[in-house]
């Protein structure tokens, strides 16, 4: 999950000193990644462009995303069509990504947007502080985390329906271009809503790029230190917990996993725990929950339904390893795109939960038992 800054404190700097350092290198990295859309286009602006993108380590992925029109274009099978259907949606969802982070290079979103993380890096609490917090009572620091957590929330919010109201012409335009043609939006029925979920998912990922990555360390570090003795009770039940079979979940014996559900595990420990936007984390868990459902199908020839479907999934968290669950789930409940809090991530993001709570509810003295 990549959490830092549990109580203790670097005696070769200062954390005031890494601060300022922190800040000056995000400041020179906008910047550079602003240069090409705001200076004056000069006849080797491309190859500023190619050498950016080689500093910033980006031509792995641009070449992972690439795909022609013509490619587009051609007949080809079903499987091949999804693949390349797939690639698209991944061009439209950065297309749209670079345009809203043109966006906040507007002097006046720029402007916006650096008072509020300068404000909340202001209100921050010390080392210290955090440490009194504690002394003072179990929640207190809990408390501060939560309230951060609510004017983050509120921001992103924010300047996420400011760019889906205010570009929506442009952001239609974007998605018209013939190298989207083959994604359907042109269909009445379910065109619409794709292309807007589209436009509203690739929106909020930029906008947590701009506002949560500058404060992932200090959003982390009090959830971090405010959870610590939450996770360490469930890091204690959980490797207890990973040596029991799957009968101990009261998973029956028609819906186990000969492979005890390894692929939706590592989907978790790796896409959930190892991501570092929330938005991210959300998607890796749906896709988890999804994969159980896939690999039933494969295994079995019975449907699973949701009262069989959340004891996997609590056999499945158990097994991930993940590093600070408590904080994980705090920190994606608090900072879920509203407009996904009802339907399927909503959804799952609720089952995900409610496995945290059960786990830590658990008395191990007891076993696993009435498992919800």
Known sequence: MGWSGVFGSDATESE?????????LELFLRKLCGFVYVETIHPRLADVSVHLQSFLGCEESLQKDSVSPDKIAIEVDENEHDCIQSTTLSLLKRSIQRYAFRVFLLPVFDQILRQFIDAARSRAPSMDQMIALDRRSRS??????????????????????????????????LSGRRDFSNLGFHNKNHGIEMRDSIFNESVREQVEIEVYVPLRSIISRQLVNGYRHDDLEMQFKMQAL????????KIKPSHRSPTDWQIVSKILNKDVGRSTLPCAKLSAIVSAAKQIFKLHAAEHSSNL???????????????????????????????????????????????????ISYVRDLDLAEGVTGVP
């Open 16 to 24: 005031s000193a890494k601060e300022i350092r922190r800040k000056q």
């Open 140 to 173: 207190a620091l809990k408390d501060s985390a939560h309230l951060e957590l609510e004017k983050v929330q509120d921001f992103l919010d924010q300047l996420q329906e400011v760019i889906l109201e205010g570009c929506m012409s442009d952001l239609i335009a």
């Open 242 to 249: 990973r040596q029991r079979p799957q009968s101990s979940f």
């Open 305 to 355: 339904g949701a009262d069989e479907f959340l004891p996997i999934f609590i056999f499945c968290i158990v097994r991930a390893e993940l590093e600070r669950p408590c904080a994980l789930s705090i920190l994606l409940q608090s900072l879920c795109d509203k407009s996904k809090r009802i339907g399927e991530t909503g959804y799952y993001l609720a089952s995900f939960e409610a496995a």
